[in-house]
């Protein structure tokens, strides 16, 4: 029974169910040693929960390590949004200053037929776009995203 514990916990999996394996073996084994069994089965007994316990660890470590990776991931995608975002604000801002000083000159205009045809053409400013959703949640698997200690 241990074997077959182990192997599943080397299994990779998300939902839980080789922890869960581990503790109902250990479970076990506490009664058979508690119902009077032989020392050389305590001891077995005892290596066995060892074993377990050592690969549980390795799996949450490995488990730690896959998210930590997500998190640098989602946050590399984050900053790349950010920086497009920024980029797109900075040229918003030129096109309007242009604008602007293309204003000014016409402010200047003596003829105001002229003025009103010109300022037609000018003062309808493009729609801004829409900003990208940004959400931690969105690029974790489902596995993750319910994790409960």
Known sequence: MPQQIEAVLRAKGSSGRPAQAAVDDLHRQQWTICTGSSGRHA?????DSEKIF???IHSIERRH??????????????????????????????ELRRRCAEMEQF???????????????????????????????????????????
């Not at 001891?43 to 290596?47: I, L, N, P």
């Not at 037929?113 to 829409?130: A, E, G, N, V, Y």
């Open 107 to 149: 402010s200047h205009t003596e003829d105001n037929i002229l003025f009103l045809q010109r300022f037609k053409d000018h003062s309808t400013p493009p729609p801004p776009p829409p900003p990208p959703p940004l959400c931690l949640k969105s690029y974790l698997p489902p596995s993750l995203t319910k994790v409960g200690f």
């Open 65 to 94: 390590s896959e998210v930590k990776e997500l998190i640098r991931a989602q946050e590399k995608d984050e900053v790349s949004q950010a920086e497009g975002l920024l980029e797109q604000l900075e040229q918003e801002v030129t």
């Open 54 to 56: 050592t690969e549980l």
């Open 43 to 47: 001891q077995s007994a005892v290596d």
